[in-house]
């Protein structure tokens, strides 16, 4: 359980490293949007320079932050219920991450399944910043005290991390000052599949664009690739069990439920028995009925960047007012000389 003494509080943030998919939106993004309305301070986040563990081309991350922030806006998140910030322009992130680079144990890094993912078989040749990710991502929360942390299910690990990195501290420190944070990993789709490979994460930063569904992307393109989404040849069960060693039928059905606010079951109660040739169709008219407002929206913002600008400079303003006594009173306690 969370300390009560410490302010019900939540941060997340997403990379602009691409643009946001399906997966971000479910896993993330709905959550955020409601969590603001719930008795919660928030906090979003624009998360680049996670982005840049991997090369970004400057033009293109520019343009990912600032789409990134009309996505947030776009789906429900309010500048005025919510303080949305680009990671960078608060320098406490990148401060606190160096004080938990010291913290965090080479054993716990190594064990981080993301770090495996991303670098593949090329652990020699990838940043530094890609293997310290996780104590930059649990600075990221605690430089604001945060509480709660709403990720898709890919971020769990990173999550224990982030407590075990406060705990430590606390212990080392002999201090009660950093919160033990909690995930907040709940929905029909806490991790969305890529529609190519039912045993792999839908991501932004997959070289294939079929693998999925992107905000932005039209009706058409909505509907070609869920057409094509893998499946297999046998019609849809009546309940859950039925989709056990069924990943791809699942991650549909899943998607479906999601989008539509339903349970898993209900929806299975309703195109149980139903072939995929009938149901792909109904997922993608829900699909583009519930994306293209939102990407519609997105597009109306962007045409005004520098608004967007504008909200990530106020954000910036409040979200230093917590971060910056946080980051002091850490060095504080450190014996760093004030
Ligand atoms: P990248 O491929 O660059 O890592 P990504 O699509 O994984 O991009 P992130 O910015 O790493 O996106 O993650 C942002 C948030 O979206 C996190 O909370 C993460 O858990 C969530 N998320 C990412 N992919 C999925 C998915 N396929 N299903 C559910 N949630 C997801
Ligand atoms: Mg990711």
């Not at 500048?79 to 910030?85: G, L, V, Y």
């Not at 054993?107 to 040749?125: L, P, V």
């Not at 605690?142 to 890919?154: M, S």
């Not at 909505?222 to 057409?227: D, E, F, M, N, V």
């Amino acid at each position: 359980m969370t300390t009560p003494a410490f302010t019900p509080r939540v941060f997340s943030g997403i990379q602009p490293s691409g643009g946001l998919t399906l997966g971000n939106y479910l896993g993330a993004i709905k959550r955020f949007v409601q969590m603001q309305d719930e008795a919660f301070e928030t906090i979003y986040c624009m998360v680049d320079l996670h982005a840049v563990t991997v090369w970004q081309d400057p033009a293109d991350l520019r343009r990912n932050t600032r789409e990134l922030a009309a996505g947030f806006i776009a789906s429900g998140i309010s500048p005025e219920k919510s303080i949305m910030i680009n990671q960078s322009q608060v320098p406490e992130h990148a401060q606190l991450g160096w004080i938990f680079s010291c913290v965090a144990r080479m054993g716990w890094m190594q064990r981080m399944t993301q770090f495996k993912d991303k670098a593949g078989k090329n652990t020699q040749n990838v940043s530094l910043g890609l293997f310290g990710y996780p104590a930059l991502m649990a600075a990221d929360i605690l430089i604001y005290h945060a509480t709660h942390v709403p990720v898709g299910e890919d971020q769990k690990q990173h999550l224990e991390l982030t407590r075990d990195i406060a705990a430590k501290f606390n212990h080392d420190y002999g201090v009660d000052f950093f919160p033990l944070t909690e995930p907040v990993i709940e929905g029909a789709a806490t991790r969305v599949m890529s529609l190519r490979d039912g045993s792999k994460k839908m991501s932004k930063s997959d070289p294939s664009d079929a693998s999925r569904i992107n905000m932005t992307d039209d009706a058409d393109a909505i509907a070609k690739k869920i057409r094509k989404a893998k499946t297999d040849p046998d019609a849809l069960p009546s309940e859950v069990a039925g989709l056990e060693g069924r990943p791809e039928a699942r991650n549909l059905v899943n998607i479906y439920a999601a989008l539509n606010d339903q349970t898993v079951d209900a929806v299975l109660a309703e195109v149980g028995g139903q072939q995929f040739g009938a149901f792909k169709p109904l997922l993608s008219d829900l699909a583009v009925a519930k994306l293209s407002p939102i990407s519609s929206e997105m597009a109306r913002l962007m045409a005004d960047p520098a608004e967007i600008d504008r909200i990530l400079a106020k954000g910036a303003t409040q979200a230093r007012e917590i971060s910056a006594p946080i980051l002091d009173k850490t060095y504080d306690i450190m014996g760093m000389v004030r």
